[in-house]
């Protein structure tokens, strides 16, 4: 009886890390269905119904998404992930089309590319953000990052809908970067009720910059990026892996070795660093 529980167990890890890596790629039918089966063998896996509700989300089907995060808060009254998402569900009810439509999966920047790399890598918090778009998006999605005529940068979803701007002295800096031939990348970090952080990464330093940093460490945030530290982003029962305020959506629910549920979902991730948060100070422009 003790190797039938354990065999169990073993397998309902492994199923939860495959369904972990399905989110991560967007396979999100494929996830829905596996969830499912989970379900089937464990109907009091909360993870497994929060990360349910999340790949029903990604695919526009929120009244099954909404269904999921109810059975897990039935399971658990005070999983605050199901209750984030089922908070969030009512937001995109509001501004989402009458026509039932699938939602287009989203594209997910590399796990790889949250870990830190001083001077390369910054959070910062997004001005004047439109929440009933940012609220369409999760933790890990890219973005764009646009410049206007007036020299500001801004952010767009890859659809092209603008949802807020950097902040000024950040956003000078990086027009300047980009003009000397510096290229970098944009993805959420969090989420929370009336905000959004967002990570810049550099990708790409030109020769004309070298020795400048594109985010000079004066000020340093403790940030945990939506991965944590065990496989990938596995929200739920691993979900301190965001900020304490996030929205950190669960992009999957972990595994059953850890469980608190004092954040929204996390990425189980094979890397965990902590990302330097720069205002554009411009110490090192040299």
């Not at 004092?262 to 890397?271: F, Q």
Request: aromatic share 4%.
């Amino acid at each position: 009886m003790i190797f039938q529980a354990e065999d169990r167990t073993r397998t309902k890890k492994q199923q939860a890390d495959i369904a972990i890596q399905m989110a991560l790629q967007g396979q999100w039918e494929q996830a829905v269905d596996l969830n499912r089966s989970i379900l089937e063998s464990f109907p009091a896996d909360v993870d497994a119904c929060n990360r349910l509700g999340k790949a029903l989300t990604e695919l526009g089907r929120y009244a099954d998404a909404r269904d999921s995060y109810m059975k897990a808060i039935e399971i658990d009254p005070l999983n605050l992930i199901a209750r984030k998402n089922l908070s969030r569900l009512s937001t995109l009810g509001k501004s989402a089309p009458k026509k039932k439509s699938k939602k287009a999966a989203s594209q997910k920047l590399s796990p790889e590319m949250f870990i830190e790399e001083r001077g390369k890598t910054t959070i910062t918090e997004l001005a004047r953000p439109d929440m009933e778009v940012a609220n369409q998006l999760t933790a890990a999605d890219l973005v764009k990052l646009v410049r206007d005529k007036k020299g500001n940068v801004f952010v767009e979803t890859m659809a092209g809908q603008r949802f807020g701007d950097v902040e000024s002295r950040l956003g000078q800096r990086l027009v300047k970067l980009m003009d000397g031939g510096n290229q970098y990348v944009a993805a959420i970090s969090s989420l929370h009720e009336d905000g959004v952080k967002l990570l810049i990464r550099e990708t790409l330093q030109s020769a004309s910059q070298v020795g400048k940093l594109s985010f000079p460490a004066t000020v340093t945030e403790s940030v945990r990026p939506y991965i944590k530290g065990r496989l990938a982003r596995g929200d739920e029962d691993d979900s301190s892996a965001l900020d304490d305020s996030d929205e950190a959506d669960d992009l999957v629910a972990g595994s059953d070795d850890d469980s608190d549920d004092s954040d929204e979902g996390t990425l189980k991730a094979r890397a965990r660093g902590r990302l330097p948060g720069a205002d554009g100070d411009d110490e090192n422009d040299g």
